[in-house]
Each structure stands twice: as C-alpha cells, then as structure tokens.
C-alpha cells in the first residue's frame, strides 16, 4: 500500500515564505501533486511533479526527490487567502490500465497578520 | 464556461433511506471519479469510471454504487447499508491518457448528513 505524511497544521506570518513537506512511501510511483482547499470548499490543483527536481508557478513552487521519497510545497510573499488545507497526493501504477490516486490528509496552513 | 457541477450542495436524509448524488461534467473529461472526506482525514476513493458503461471499486465502495450512462454524468447512490455516510462528498474528472489518469479537477461537493 501507499503511506503518505505530512505536517497536521502550520502558522506562517503573512508576507513570509513557508514550505510544507510530504514524504511517501510507494511502489509504482507514477507522479506527485498538489491540491489547495479553503474549509468547505473543493480541492483545487497547484502543481504536479513526476520528475525530480523544481517546478516553479508564480507564488507557489513545488519540489521532488523520487529516491528519497520526498515533496514540498513553497509558498512565498504568503497572503492571508493562502489560509486552506494543502493536500499532497501520490499517483501510482498498481497494474497495466489501472492507477492509484491516494491522498494524505493536508496541512492546514494559518497565515496571521 | 467548462467544469463539474455536483447537486445538492447540501442534503439531508433519515436514516435508512437511500440518496443520489449529482454529478455532471461538460469538459469532455473521459474519466470520473467519487471520493468522501470526513474531518481530519485525507480523500478517499470510492469508485472511478474511466469510459462510458464501466466503473471500477475504490478502497470503500460498500454501501454505495454508481452508473455511467453517460459521459458527462455519475451519480453516486449512498444506500442504507452504509454505516457512516455522513460526508463531505466529491466528484472529479480528468483525461485518461494511454492508461494513466491525468490531472483530476474536483466540483464543489456535496455535504450529507444522516440524521
């Protein structure tokens, strides 16, 4: 099976820069993403990594390491609209035509004047 | 403008009734999927179509079931002989590219409770 982890919760200071990780442990790995979610609301995609090294969106930079298992999410110049849950997902291929997406379960992240 | 609509955003049910989820699509997406989310736990797959007129289980397909009549639509049944179907619903779809599920984009959810 999959195991993913990451930080519970996280407190930032707005303006500042915060990286929340997500480590896993896998077979088939087939590629790592991003999703942010405000409280209520839908998953929304940030990122997607499936080879290693930095994938850079603006604000937001998503880093990989598939030998050390290994992901983080940078957020830089944080906002207050940046408060949301951040959930990291593996992509698996457990067989031929089938896939495996499995989620961990977020990082609450509060920014704060 | 294209994107997944689920319907009711919120629904009430009593116990031992069966309810329908909505989910529609008009991204041409080919598959769809059904996951649950309860607090302070990560999304779980219950079930994934990848192409009209078949569906596969995820990790807690029991006490619900699916069609996919359609490409554009696949409702969820939540049936009594689920225990705990008090949820944060979501419905997602992506292309499905040479077998591999791309990028899954989410609606916005339906929340039941089971009272």
């Known amino acids: 099976g999959q195991n993913i982890d990451q930080p519970t919760e996280m407190t930032a200071t707005e303006g500042a820069i915060v990286q929340i990780n997500c480590t896993y442990q896998?077979?088939?790995?087939?590629?790592l993403f991003w999703y942010q979610q405000h409280a209520g609301e839908a998953p929304t995609f940030l990122s997607y990594n499936v080879l290693d090294g930095l994938e850079e969106k603006g604000r937001f930079s998503s880093f990989l390491s598939r030998s050390k298992g290994y992901s983080y999410l940078l957020l830089k110049e944080l906002q207050m609209k940046d408060s949301a849950s951040y959930l990291c997902a593996v992509r698996t291929l457990p067989g031929a035509g089938s896939y495996q997406l499995t989620f961990g379960k977020g990082t609450k992240l509060s920014v704060i004047p | 403008d294209g994107g997944i609509t689920q319907s009711p955003k919120y629904l009430f049910r009593k116990e031992g009734q069966n309810v329908t989820l909505s989910c529609e699509q008009n991204?041409?997406?080919?598959?769809m999927y059904w996951y649950r989310q309860d607090p302070g736990q990560g999304l779980r797959l219950i079930y994934y179509s990848q192409i009209v007129n078949d569906f596969q289980k995820g990790d807690i397909a029991e006490g619900y079931s699916v069609s996919r009549e359609k490409k554009e639509s696949f409702p969820l049944t939540v049936t009594s002989a689920q225990k705990n179907p008090t949820a944060f619903y979501l419905c997602?779809?992506?292309?499905?590219?040479?077998?591999?599920?791309?990028?899954?984009?989410f609606g916005p959810g339906t929340r039941l409770t089971v009272l």
């Open positions: 991204l041409n997406h080919d598959a």
């Open positions: 997602a779809s992506s292309i499905w590219l040479a077998g591999v599920a791309d990028t899954q984009y």
């Open positions: 896998t077979s088939g790995f087939n590629g």
